[in-house]
């Protein structure tokens, strides 16, 4: 199975964090997921993905820092937590068990716009 992942183009604020992508992945429908990330503004100061196990569950913080991949974060290009102005970066993830995942992002200044795309799948 292959899923588009096709986030909007989400407004960050600054100081405040703000979700730019929450998709429902389906526990046993997807195992990877890889995005790219493109921030057109300021800087980003938070970039936060979240997992949910289940429908009824709450979200969990799996990654907040980009400085090693791990069970979840098997790939990444950039720190995205310091993305700036006019960048992008692709990662990757397995979301192998999980109901639904998100990213919380946040800006050094004003107001930045943040695009999340990229594909879903299982083996």
């Given amino acids: 199975m292959i899923k588009t992942v096709n986030g909007a183009n989400a407004t960050v ?3 405040s964090n703000a979700d730019v992508l929450e998709e429902q992945i389906f526990a046993g429908d997807i195992d990877f997921v890889t995005l ?5 503004g ?13 429908i009824d569950g709450s979200f969990v913080s799996v990654v907040t820092a980009f400085s090693s991949v791990g069970p979840i974060l098997k790939y990444y290009s950039v720190d995205f937590a310091t993305l700036t102005s006019g960048s992008n970066g692709i990662l990757s993830l397995d979301v192998k068990g999980c109901y639904s995942m998100k990213i919380i992002a946040s800006c050094t200044s004003a107001t930045t ?3 999340v795309d990229g594909l879903a799948w299982s083996r």
């Fill in 13 to 15: 604020p600054n100081a």
């Fill in 36 to 40: 790219e990330v493109t921030n057109t």
């Fill in 42 to 54: 300021q800087t980003l100061d938070v970039f936060t993905i979240q997992l949910k196990a289940d």
């Fill in 113 to 115: 716009a943040v695009t």
